[in-house]
């Protein structure tokens, strides 16, 4: 029964229950819940204890002085009782106490009077109050610069230093680069801007980049489009600023960007070399009228498909162009002595007994590669020399001597065959390859190209082939270049070089390098199986892949990423070089070369180095190393001693720099 106001009205819960609920309901009451146990003092200790701390800052602070009673209270106490004059009546004894603890927490310690106490105590708690808030206050400033330095904000105020702008895959290289150029100077500063955290940015060079030993990187976040982040690194009294280019070649818009914020920032009246570069040439234009008539910008997939085809045509040249462009072996470096003007071309090069005499640079900034010997030295101008350092290039009374019993006459020029080339692989810089293939190989040459049957692939060959068709027959064969099958049905041994080429880039996919080491695995079976062994160019992406492939030393593997960084750096250091690269890498005008030994010297026999650049320049060449078929390794030798006499052999071949191919 319950009631409704005055009446009592039936309970209607037993109305409601549906058949079997009595038995249900007698099971239940038969089998009683185990009581969870209760728990502990501890816990209830340590539950009390926290929710009073979640009350705030005011509960907070009461702990804390409960707490620091609770320990200086006792030990006060035991202060004045352990003191020989300690006071004789209880009253006496608590006011020493209070003293004690008084001027132990900085709360006076006054006694006498309680209004007196009570004033004290305010007193106390106001200064306490005040300085408090200036160390927080202090503590608080300290904190944020500190997290302004870390997040990588703060200006950068130095002279003469580096900038880095962007970050790219080539990073590593133009900083380990950077800090090996710049060992003769005391103090070296390179800063880095990228929109990437700081933290990460130092870690990632810490592990890729060489040790920078003197040097100092400083980082920087932020985006280098921006004129107001860019003063972060400070470029308008930089010695030279780096735009490094992005990964994907659809982002080269934003480099032309970076290249407007950096005038912006720098004004008209700028000074400071800018040196940068772009993937794709249809914002090569563009990104030149950004940077200005100061800057420098390289196309990165053309000089790619350039270096790719040079060491298609010479095997081997892909040492030439590693030992040029790094600043740990000989690089270009230019010479300015009091001395020259009136000098021969032939008189100054006689001079230079540890260095390699290659052209002039004049004052205007341009520069005559490989020069006539007697073109003479004007007022300004200065030799371009290939040396191990600026400082080791000096000019001297006396030229090198050498037997003129050991130069020989080269052979008239025969015709060259045609030759059949094999490229394995398509990406977009392949059109480019092809292009600069037909015109440097031989007439009657053939191209044979293995890649994906992918629909866009297919229309890419076969528009490379139509616009080669007077030039170059080209034939597409549709598969996989990673699939041994595929690569066996052509027989690749059975062509005069083979071009491994990786795929592009694509979100979701593996590394390009992947696919090209299992293609060179497959090319080096197919040669131990024939027992011919066939040049081959290899382009790839992470020169870290370069030390595991499966290919001979002194294979060639053209490294983009790592050879624009590299180039970048060198331009960087020299203006001079900009002249100097383009002419090397282009088809037209004076080029590296590798031919025999036995074109210059007699071979069989010891002679000097001096000899063949005696040789080679009465033939209007310049001679500027060798690589010895016996040597272990590659045996590549840039700018050796010209007075070091060695063996020739019948197979060593020069390194020259001479005009055409």
Known sequence: MRREGNKAVPGQRNAARRPGADRAADTTAARPRPARPAPSAEARLR??????????????????????????????????????????????WIAAVWRSTGQTMRLGGEVGPPLRVLLSVLLALIALLYVSTLVSLITTGLTDRLMALDRGRAAILERGHTVVLGWSEQIPTVVSELVAARTDRRRRVIAVLADRDKAAMEEDLATTARATGRARVLCRTGRPTDPAVLARVSPATADCVLVLPRDDPRDDAETVKTLLSLSAALGEDRRVRVVAAVRDDRHLAAARLAGGPRTTVLDVDDISARLVVDCARQPGLSLVHQELLDFAGHEFHTLRDPALPGLTFEEAAGACPESVAVGIAHD??????????????????????????EHSTRLSDLPVPHDPRALTHAPAPAPAPAERVLLLGWNRRAPRIVDQLSRRTPPGSTLDVVAGP???????????????????????????????????????????????????????????????????????AREEESGRQVPVVTEMTDDRNRLIAPRPAGADFVVSGRLIGLLMTQISQNPHLTAVFEELLSPAGNTLHLRPAAHYVTTGRTTSFAAVAASAARRGECAIGYRSATASGHGMRINPPKARVRYWHARDQVVLIAPGD
Do not use: K
């Open 454 to 524: 992918r629909a866009a692939t297919a229309a890419a060959v076969r528009s490379a082939a139509e616009a080669l068709a007077p030039r170059m027959p080209v034939r597409h064969h549709p598969g996989d270049p990673a699939l041994r099958s595929t690569t066996d049905a052509l027989d690749p041994t059975g062509y005069d070089v083979v071009i491994v080429l990786g795929p592009d880039p694509r979100p979701g996919r593996g590394e390009p390098d992947d696919r090209i080491l299992v293609t060179l695995l497959n090319l080096r």
């Open 364 to 389: 205007d900034g341009t520069v005559t590669l490989n020069p006539p010997l007697s073109a003479r030295f004007l007022e300004g101008d200065s030799l371009l020399v290939i040396a191990r350092d």
């Open 47 to 92: 539950y009390w204890f926290d929710t009073t701390l979640a009350r705030g800052i005011p509960a907070l602070c009461g702990w804390l002085a409960l707490g620091c009673l609770a320990l200086v209270v006792p030990v006060s106490a035991l202060l004045v009782w352990t003191d020989q004059q300690a006071p004789a009546t209880l009253g006496s």
